[in-house]
Each structure stands twice: as C-alpha cells, then as structure tokens.
Nanobody, 127 residues
Framework: QVQLAESGGGSVQTGGSLRLSCARS????????LAWFRQAPNKEREGVAMITTDYTKTYYVDSVKGRFTISQDAAKNMVYLQMDDLKPEDTAMYFC????????????????????WGGGSQVTVSS
C-alpha cells in the first residue's frame, strides 16, 4: 500500500506563498497520477493540480493557473505544491492523492479515481 503524508501548511496573508510537500512511503505501487485536492468547510473536495508520474503532463484548475505549481522528485518520493499569490478563497484543507489507473481528461480531478490519500494539511489565507 501507498502512504501519503502532507506538510507545509500554515497561515499567511493575501499575496503570500506556501509550499506543500507530500511524502510517499510504503510498498512500491506503480502510480500514474499524483494530485493535490482541497476542501473548504461545507464545500466539495476539488482537484487543484495534477502531475503524471512520467513527468509528461500537468493540469491545474482554472482558479489557480499561474499561481500554483505542482512538481515531483521521484528520487525522494516527494510531490510538491508551490502556492504563490495566495487569496482568501484558497483557504482549505489540502490533500495529496495518488492514482494507479490511467485517467482520461474528464477524470483527472475526480476524487473517486484516486485510491490513496494523505491526511491533509490546513492552509489559511487572511485578507
């Protein structure tokens, strides 16, 4: 099984930056997609950024394009989310997730397609 653990969350003011890290451990399982999701209180979990594990593709939800960057370091079993120009609407619990199946474009940010999840890291942006 794959274990995922997020770190790096915190509280910042509008316009600030944070970098989330996701450490992967456990039995080796070939994954296809690594993603960051977020969930604000009383809202559904939404996909934020995704990277294919062969490094060839990244995708972002429109609201974070140009501000967030997803990356991975396979040698260290790490996935990162650099978040710049943060806004109050970015406030949420952020989750790292991994999929072992090939996903079509329409499914890239479907939570049910990801079988492995971290426990989350809180990001709070104040105005």
């Amino acid at each position: 099984q794959v274990q995922l653990a997020e770190s790096g969350g915190g509280s910042v003011q509008t316009g600030g930056s944070l970098r989330l890290s996701c450490a992967r451990s456990g039995t080796y399982v070939r994954t296809t997609h690594l993603a960051w999701f977020r969930q604000a209180p009383n809202k559904e979990r939404e996909g934020v950024a995704m990277i294919t594990t062969d490094y060839t593709k990244t995708y972002y939800v429109d609201s974070v394009k140009g501000r967030f960057t997803i990356s991975q370091d396979a040698a260290k079993n790490m996935v990162y989310l650099q978040m710049d120009d943060l806004k109050p609407e970015d406030t949420a619990m952020y989750f790292c997730a991994a999929s072992v199946t090939l996903l079509g474009r329409a499914s890239l940010f479907t939570p049910g397609k990801y079988g492995f999840w971290g426990g989350g890291s809180q990001v709070t942006v104040s105005s």
